[in-house]
């Protein structure tokens, strides 16, 4: 079969990718950067992919694309998932070793520094909640049996909208991510309960590490 990382919601393929570009700049990266330097460059570059190939997918996704991506593809899905959310987290906490190593860095670098460091920030935020408003949209459109009839799961109501595209799932997500609440939408089954619960918590973990971390850098700039 003919892979084309345009014609599927696989993910496994562009993460593979993804990898693979960000290994190729932590090669040709000159030897004197410092290690957290190096790290947050190649995943940047490996993010930025992953976001722009998955962003584009999904503007261009209709609702019957979506249940077919669901359908085809949510087998070995959550465990990609959980290991990019995983990373995100991570990369946030590398800036701390990032920053923590400015002793004898010249303006110019530390400036640099923080460029990078809120690059890191403003990508893993990004990512992480793509990544929750993808789970949901696979995770509303994937088939149950009911009443000897295959439906679709579906465990969230938006409002006057009963086929949402990947918009309403990035709405959702986000807005779970800034305010752990959507008053409009209306959580309708134990696992989406689950699901929202789980993004809520990282959320209030994630984002109390970013404000952790933008003092951090304030301080550098100080």
């Known amino acids: 079969m003919k892979l084309n990382l345009f014609k599927n919601f696989d993910h496994r393929p562009r993460l593979i990718v993804a990898v693979g570009i960000a290994v190729l700049v ?3 990266l000159p030897s004197w950067l410092h290690l957290p330097t190096r790290i947050l460059c190649a995943w940047n570059s490996g993010a930025d992919f992953f976001l722009a190939v998955t962003w584009w997918k999904m503007i261009k996704a209709t609702p019957e694309k979506i249940r077919r991506y669901a359908e085809n593809e949510y087998e070995g899905h ?3 998932f959980m290991l990019v959310i995983a990373a995100a987290c991570a990369s946030v906490l590398a800036i701390g070793f990032l ?4 002793k004898g860095l010249s303006t110019t670098l530390l400036t640099l520094h923080v460029i990078l460091s809120i690059m ?3 990508g893993s935020w990004l990512l992480v909640h793509t990544m929750f408003a993808v789970q949901y949209a696979h995770s509303y459109y994937k088939y149950n049996s009911r009443n ?3 439906e ?3 465990g969230l109501d938006f409002p006057n909208n009963d086929y949402p ?3 309403e799932f990035l709405y959702y997500s986000f807005v779970i991510g800034m305010t ?5 939408v209306e959580t309708r089954s134990r696992d989406m309960r689950r699901l929202t619960l789980l993004h809520s918590i990282l959320s209030f973990f994630f984002n109390t590490t970013i404000l952790a971390m933008s003092i951090n850098i304030i301080a550098s700039l100080i």
């Open 120 to 122: 890191t920030i403003v």
């Open 165 to 167: 595209d990947y918009w």
């Open 152 to 154: 679709i799961t579906r």
């Open 148 to 150: 000897n009839r295959e």
């Open 78 to 80: 959550l465990a990609i």
């Open 26 to 28: 932590s090669i040709i």
């Open 99 to 102: 920053l923590n190593d400015k």
């Open 180 to 184: 752990s609440q959507v008053s409009d």
